[in-house]
């Protein structure tokens, strides 16, 4: 049963699975990695057409460096084109039957085209499983009540948490992105004690909880777990809500594309994402060559690939997110690699201002630090001659008139900025409600070129 906690429940979901030693785990990855290649090479006619371009076969990898090394990544233009290629679920799909297939979901398409997805049954039940793990790793048990304020549509996300919710035995209170006060009041009267949304949407509910005179720290809410976009490992943004809400911030970093296998998930010892990667093995790798591992610690591109899942299976797919991995040992006992700062963002939304490299969740970062600053703020970015230029607009809370005036709240913006992007970021104040809301994901960048 493992070590109990002050609740009486159990320490661990799976206590073998979390706590084995790295090096054996390595051997089950490696053997599972192994039958994956052989599957997708022999059953899905998507794999074998990329491997023989490559001259690559699957009795080629020997050891985990072979699979960095040896096999080609996965993009999502890839499955896109194949998809086109091959209605309605893509070349690889799988032989399955229709009593076999349990979900048909997909991406939510807010970059492109949306991907559709059909899992089987057996794949389904399994992610309940992980997802249970999972949440469990972030102190969900069966007598909290999670309300989960994801969409339930295409997206992958909120079905998830209902999954592993329901499969732990906790108490589910579906509701989505509704209204905010509608929100906010049923959370209230049901008590709930978990919240799942995006970073996002929790910061815009501590803003109507304010207006409503709510005080969400004294509430019942003593865990959110967010996901859906960077920001729920950023120290600042973590230390805001859970200075709103009074709760443990336990960000769950991961792609629609690898669901509905969700393994990252940061533990109540909240020092870094845990990646089980005997679910879905993750690699780090240098950003401008797939097959070229990074050491530990080191900053580059996530790559992921299912180990269990049959039904239209990722084999190192490249989802365009940065990160870098440590193997130091964690508190809470679990063996697991981590991501110490989640996911720091997608590499196509750096930009480059006056040959500064400049990340969106490095200024979210810097944004949530000001005491001043509301939930909203944009990052526009203008063309001007030949170079990118930005500016920041930042929503300012309603402080008592002896608070900073608006033009201190902007050099104390700047200074900071300059401090630590390297450049000069020109800032505007505006009054709070003067940006739109966020309901779900935030859009950050306004990209003016």
Known sequence: MGVTTERGYKKYWNEERETMEPKEREKVILKKIQQ??????????????????????????????????????VTKKMLVEDQQENPLFGSYAGDFTQDEIARIQGSSGTSGTPTFYQVSKEDWKRAAEIHAMAQWAAGV???????????????????????????????????????????????????????????????????????????????????????????????????????????????????????????????????????????????????????????????????????????????RFWPGDESYMSEERCSCGRTYPKLPEGVLGRLDDMLVIRGANVYPSAIENIVRSFHWSGPEYQIIVEKRGALDEMKLVIEKQKLPKNELTVEQMRNEAEYLFKKQLGIRVPVEIKKQGELPETIFKAKRVVDKR
Not at 258 to 267: A, G
Not at 291 to 312: C, D, F, P
Request: with cysteine.
């Open 36 to 73: 994956q290649l052989h599957y997708v090479y022999d059953a899905l006619p998507f794999y074998k057409k990329l491997y023989d371009k490559h001259n690559f076969h699957p009795n080629d990898v020997k050891t985990l460096q072979d699979f960095t090394e040896k096999v080609p990544i």
């Open 141 to 315: 048990r069966p007598d909290d009540i999670v309300q989960i304020g994801f969409p339930f549509s295409l997206f992958f996300g909120g079905w998830g948490v209902i999954q592993g919710a329901e499969r732990l035995g906790a108490t589910v209170f579906p509701l989505g992105p509704m209204e905010s006060e509608k929100q906010l009041e049923l959370m209230q009267k049901i008590k709930s004690t978990v919240f799942s949304a995006t970073p996002s949407y929790c910061l815009h509910l501590a803003n109507k909880a304010e207006d409503l005179k709510m005080n969400l720290s004294e509430g019942s809410v003593n865990r959110l777990i967010v996901g859906g976009e960077a920001g729920g490992s950023l120290a600042s943004t973590k230390q805001v809500l859970n200075n709103e809400w009074g709760a443990s911030v336990h960000d769950v970093a991961s792609t629609s594309e690898m669901y509905p296998f969700q393994t990252n998930v940061e533990c109540e010892a909240q020092a870094g994402v845990h990646v089980c990667t005997d679910e879905v093995y993750t690699e780090i790798v240098n950003k401008d060559d797939s097959n070229e591992g990074v050491e530990m610690g080191e900053r580059g591109a996530i790559v992921y690939t299912h180990l269990w899942r049959k039904s239209q299976p990722m084999i």
